[in-house]
T-cell receptor, first 116, second 115 residues
Framework: AQKITQTQPGMFVQEKEAVTLDCTYD???????LFWYKQPSSGEMIFLIYQGSYDEQNATEGRYSLNFQKARKSANLVISASQLGDSAMYFCAMRDQMDSNYQLIWGAGTKLIIKP | GAGVSQTPSNKVTEKGKYVELRCDPI?????LYWYRQSLGQGPEFLIY????????DSGLPNDRFFAVRPEGSVSTLKIQRTERGDSAVYLCASSLKGTGKYEQYFGPGTRLTVT
């Protein structure tokens, strides 16, 4: 069965350091996509970055990059030069059977706190 | 352009009452989702619309919950005979398409409290 695992319930990171948030997934499908979302305390879920299973390069969006290791079934989010505003919940999600499946499978999330 | 909007932002109601939660998706987005989120957890899928029709309502907890999207744009989630266990944040999301690589854009949510 499809599953997303985020093993870090919470993390404390010093401002300006890089941070890696772990995400492992389980699917038997070859065509799938991985999404990362940020949810600040205000509650709104914000899309950060997407990685397709057939993408040859790791996705990058500004300070966000995805360390995609297909054989290990991991899609870790890397935030470079962390800022206080990065403090939030971060969710990893997956869609498999990309041509027909509309649902996302969500992880439990990681609470990231950036320390000044 | 305008993002997904949801009204009201907060709703407090008494047990047994009826509530309606509204979602206004991004213009042109055919896919619309409703989720429920409890504190410290990921979103829980409730229902998915493709256009006007509910393509999948398998996540609705019971028959007290119902949602409509009559013109393929605005959607309303309706909860009858509310119970204290219905208290949660209800999130709406829209997407250009339901399948494929298209990300979902979320509204700010409606915090429902049943007393």
């Amino acid at each position: 069965a499809q599953k997303i695992t985020q093993t870090q319930p919470g993390m404390f990171v010093q401002e300006k350091e890089a941070v890696t948030l772990d995400c492992t997934y389980d699917t038997s499908d070859q065509s799938y996509g991985l999404f990362w979302y940020k949810q600040p305390s205000s509650g709104e879920m914000i899309f950060l970055i997407y990685q397709g299973s057939y993408d040859e390069q790791n996705a990058t969006e500004g300070r966000y990059s995805l360390n995609f290791q297909k054989a290990r079934k991991s899609a870790n989010l890397v935030i470079s030069a962390s800022q206080l505003g990065d403090s939030a919940m971060y969710f990893c999600a997956m869609r498999d059977q990309m041509d027909s499946n509309y649902q996302l499978i969500w992880g439990a999330g990681t609470k990231l706190i950036i320390k000044p | 352009g305008a993002g997904v909007s949801q009204t009201p932002s907060n709703k407090v109601t008494e047990k047994g009452k009826y509530v309606e939660l509204r979602c206004d998706p991004i213009s042109g987005h055919t896919a619309l989702y409703w989720y429920r989120q409890s504190l410290g957890q990921g979103p829980e899928f409730l229902i998915y619309f493709q256009g006007t029709g509910a393509a999948d309502d398998s996540g609705l907890p019971n028959d007290r919950f119902f949602a409509v999207r009559p013109e393929g744009s605005v959607s309303t989630l309706k909860i009858q005979r509310t119970e204290r266990g219905d208290s949660a944040v209800y999130l709406c999301a829209s997407s250009l398409k339901g399948t494929g690589k298209y990300e979902q854009y979320f509204g700010p949510g409606t915090r429902l409290t049943v007393t």
